[in-house]
């Protein structure tokens, strides 16, 4: 009960410098975000990844200040899979925009806890989970979420630490679940405004099974490869208007060879979500 009181007091002492964004007032319910006001993430990375992964991850959940929560939907079981990933975008109020807010720093996000790190375990991806308070964003991240076993080397307190992370999350995976099935509109297709491409340079299957899609004309006016990613050898990223990258895309499948300049390349696509407008806010 201790904790559940400094919550709202903390927050309370910055709000009368905060902006709109603000995350709670003096009776522990949330003040108002602007729409476009990123309030809650959760992102998985690192661990065994390709070079291009850090680029083009895309984070599990993204919770904006106006209600929208755009998600990772279900990945079809083919190979080669479509070019474009699937991201869908749910409604809630803003209401519950705040109560998925404050749940989190109650659960412990950017409390500073030590989450430990399981030592049976290794080269294991880690959640970064983060909350925007009147302070600015708090943020945890936690080793290995979720595979936490007997003899991993964590204390009580690191166990007790890690499962509060865990089902915060969890409880963000099933909305319907913790605001209620009427609390949440249906899943929609994101239609982003800006799409990346990242690009490195097109090989043909070893075997050639399967065979090799026909190259498809890049469609935008702006060349690949795009800019190189610092830190990521031989990744390029460029940032374009989407609608005619999508329109080419939806034939398209992830082996699909794109014709720049002369030059094969392949390309990921990551559609750039409402608090992004470029490659420079990618792998942060």
Not at 5 to 24: F, K, N, W
Not at 34 to 47: F, H, K, Q, S, Y
Not at 108 to 121: C, F, K, L, Q, S
Not at 238 to 259: D, F, G, K, Q, Y
């Amino acid at each position: 009960m201790k904790l559940l009181r400094l919550v709202p007091a903390v927050l309370l002492a910055a709000s009368g410098c905060a902006a709109a964004g603000s995350a709670a007032d003096s009776a522990g319910s949330a003040a108002s975000y602007a729409p476009g006001d990123l309030v809650v993430r959760v992102l998985t990375g690192g661990g065994f990844a390709p070079v291009s992964a850090a680029v083009t991850q895309l984070p599990e959940i993204s919770v904006y200040g106006d209600g929208r929560v755009v998600t990772i939907g279900p990945v079809p079981g083919l190979y080669p899979g479509p070019a474009l990933p699937n991201i869908q975008v749910r409604r809630i109020s803003a209401a519950d925009v705040r109560r998925l807010a404050q749940r989190g720093l109650a659960a412990g996000v950017g409390r500073g806890e030590d989450m430990g790190v399981p030592t049976n375990v290794a080269d294991a991806p880690t959640t970064h989970i983060t909350v925007r308070t009147a302070s600015g964003a708090a943020t945890t991240d936690v080793p290995a979420m979720g595979i936490d076993s007997a003899g991993d080397g964590m204390t009580a307190d690191q166990r007790a630490a890690r499962e509060r992370m865990r089902q915060y999350v969890e409880d963000l995976r099933d909305l319907p679940k913790t605001l209620g099935r009427n609390s949440v509109g249906e899943a929609v297709p994101y239609e982003p405004a800006r799409i990346a491409a990242v690009a490195t340079p097109w090989q043909p299957s070893a075997d050639g099974l399967p065979s090799d899609p026909p190259a498809v004309e890049w469609p935008s006016a702006s060349a690949l490869p795009g800019d190189p990613v610092p830190d990521r050898t031989g990744v390029n990223c460029l940032a374009v208007e989407a609608s005619p990258v999508l329109s080419a895309a939806n034939s398209a499948n992830a082996r699909t060879p794109w014709l720049s300049g002369g030059t094969r390349w392949a390309v990921e696509f990551r559609p750039l979500l409402p608090d992004e407008s470029g490659c420079a806010d990618l792998g942060r």
